[in-house]
């Protein structure tokens, strides 16, 4: 099982019909299953697009990705994303008409699976993401504050068990010590279920503490990948020394 | 019910082509102008263009219900679903909700509360185009105000009125706390099934009523034995109608169906060559200018009998004998105006006129027997034309908007509220001799029918008429009554 590839992008670009330069420029790369790859950059260098490639939302313009050995296109991507991937999106997305326990459970219900299942699926989630469901069930999202709707964000990612999970920004609106918590609970989760993460951050503190690789994007490429001590010990680049030294700003 | 329903076959129309609309930009815009522009159709040129297609009654009533409703509904349908949030569309994607999972769990619902208000835009336009609809025989409320109109009876009006002005609250409630359901928080996942139980009841029971009454109709006329008689929507019109109805009634064994407010000249002769309608008392001067569309011919001569063969030839309809009057129309002013200022015949007017205002009913003005011949054939220039109904007609010149109104000779009201008719001294006018026509068809079927009004052939001249018009619009009377009284008289 170990170090067997899950993702695969062959030279893929993205070209936006608004856009003068690609938003994913030329990346080839490997995601092996139960591995954390953090997307580390700037603001604008094509993380969520990249996110958004992997799961079907954007078609590459160019290049090939492939899914256990196999190409994207041939699978029937509903059913992908409602099995195999999970996904955070960077602006959360909840349905203001539904309630917590309605978000969270609505691709189970999709699924068809039975309530009992869904109930006790929705409880644990809450719990997990450290949401009191007596509290936060019947609740909408706009009786929500910033971080706790992120953090439903994730316990929906997360209610279908899929092998994959995409996490865009997760975090940003939390506070340090909830955050530092669910970071714990992240890398508890890859390890206690061998998940495949692929998370995206502005934090390199954060990228750090739950990257097994990291990635450095930067316009549209990745500038460098690889684990912690690689990155730190040998910067490609004068952003990424910049980067490691001060973070982000 | 017929607004229900409109509302209802409205909705599934547009809703589907709302969505079309947000998926597919081809044509999109042609038709939202198409659709904006639909609604500056008057209504009732509209209900006047489907006569002759549809008949009379409900179906034309529906189908223009529905057409005005369409469009507030597709335009707020296309509204509400672009402004659903493109984060809650991406995540619906991103999740894995089919299209259709995505058009039902998330686009609809989001974009409900502005559907529902274009739902209640609908509602309230339909409700007042509804009350029009009793123009062409589809009944209800409407019908009330118009011949109360008619009849100058305000507790005829009012019957109508209050209870439609209630039926649009009452609408417009309902619609805003199925807004509230889904506005506000249900507390249980069990509340909106019971919503959807409700609404589907409804509707249902909608369909049932509207199909069992359609029956109940199809039963009436499908077992051949009735004759429908029709009549215009003024007081003189009601009264030979009633007379004809009664007669018949009395000394045939047919059963008679009334259909006493019908709008225009137009829509009952159309409905005649339809066979919605068998008999109508009808003017020899009016059929020969709009039905025919002869030239005024300024002669005075007597145009019946070339009336009488053309119908026969062209429609296969029959101009029974006269009933003895010539009701023609002419311009009438207060009486103490017209001694002020030495009037006497229309071109005494035809001087003064561009300091005057005048009303007339829309039909009027626009008939070439009408403000347009009669103005070039006198020169008449009015200062301005007010165009109302013609009852309300009577209350502008009574409290002094106008000088001038439109009027017929043998009009009750006339005396009523002071007023003199000028004299066509051009003879612009031919004789406007009224007689039942009726299909030729049913006529040969019941020669009985000629039997019966034979009473009435002859036997009322002007001032007779003035006398029944009188009784109705002056003392309350209902037609029904004053026909039956003049029929003992008869007798
Ligand atoms: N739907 C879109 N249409 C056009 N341009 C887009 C779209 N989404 C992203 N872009 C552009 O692609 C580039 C990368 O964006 P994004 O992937 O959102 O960056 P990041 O997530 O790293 O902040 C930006 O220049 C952005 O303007
Ligand atoms: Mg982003």
Redesign the pocket.
Known sequence: MKNQKIIQLINVSKF?A??ENP?VNRISLTIERGECLVLI?S????????LKLLNGLEKPSSGSILIKDKKIETYNIIALRRTFFGYVF?RIGLFPHMTVRENIEIVLRLNKKPRVFRTKKVNELLEFMHLNPDVYLDRYPDQLSGGEQQRVGVARALATDSECLFMDEPFGALDAVTRYDLQDEILRLKKAFKKTIVF?THDIAEAFKLGDRIAV?NEGIIEQIGTQAEICEAPKTPFIEQLVHRGLS | MLVGFSLFLASALAIPLGILLVRFSFLRHTILRAGSISQTIPSLAMLGFLVPLLGLGNVPALVVLTFYAIYPILRSTYTGLISVPPECIEAAEGLGFSNLQKLGWVELPLALPIMISGLRIATASTIGIATIAAFIGAGGLGDFITQGLALNNSALILLGAIPIAFLALAFDYGISQLENQFHHRKKKGSRSPRLKTILLGISSLGIVFLGGNYLYQEHITAKGTSITIASKNFTEQYILAELMAQLIEMKTPLKVVRKLNLGTTDIIHQALLKGDVDLYPEYSGTAYLTILKEPPSQSGEDIFPKVRGAYKDKFNLVWLKPFGFSNSQSLAVKKDFAQAHNLQNLSDLALIAPDLTIAAPPEFLKRPDGMLGLSQSYGLEFKNVMQVDPNLMYMAIDHQEVEVIAAFTTDGKLQKYQLIPLNDDKKFYPPYHCAPVIRATILTAYPEIYEALSVLFGHIDEEKMRRLNAKVDLEGRTPFDVAQEFLVELN
């Open positions: 936006y608004t856009e938003s950059g603001s604008g260098s094509g993380k969520t697009t990249l960077q995206v994007m």
